[in-house]
């Protein structure tokens, strides 16, 4: 399905909304095409447009923004680029039996809760191999310490974006929302 990316009237990035629901907002009024995808036209029996790829609202909308995220699998694996953070290897590097798990750097056996500062991606190896034991009781040392990620790398990291969609998106939030959109 093809999408398109929806700016707020400040150019801040907000949605992924299909092609046909962007095309409504514009012919409605509602909002105008930013950026069209490529020389391709849509038509219709009484009009002709460019295929939207980026739209900006005409008005603004209030978008709150205080709110936590919980922490998913979705994006706990982004927020660690699908890598074990504690043998680096990445997803495609895996072995056919082998898969990326959650691992709570203090287990919940020993009071670690399910918070965004104590899970980390593991591979099925290194879970299994860790166990219940705190990470440096075993020699095992984490590549990057846990924190919980801003809301743009949780509302960003696991979309697909093209190259002019993440412009946008570099416009609004700068280089440091694209450090955990792009693969390290």
Known sequence: MVRCLALNASFEPLTMVPTRRALRLVIEGKAEIVEADGDELIRS??????????????????????FRRQVTNTFLFARDHYTCQYCARHQHALRTRECLTRDHVIP???????????????????????????????????????TEPHFVHLSWAIRRLTENQLKYIRLFYGDAALAAIVPR
């Open 45 to 66: 029996m009484r009009l002709e447009m460019p295929r939207p790829a980026i739209i900006r609202l005409v008005r603004f909308v209030h978008v709150p923004r205080r």
């Open 108 to 146: 919940q056996s020993r009071g670690g809760t399910n918070a965004w500062d104590n899970v980390v991606t593991a591979c099925s190896s290194c879970n299994t191999r860790k166990g219940s034991h705190l990470p440096e009781e075993i020699g095992m040392l984490l590549q990057h310490a846990p």
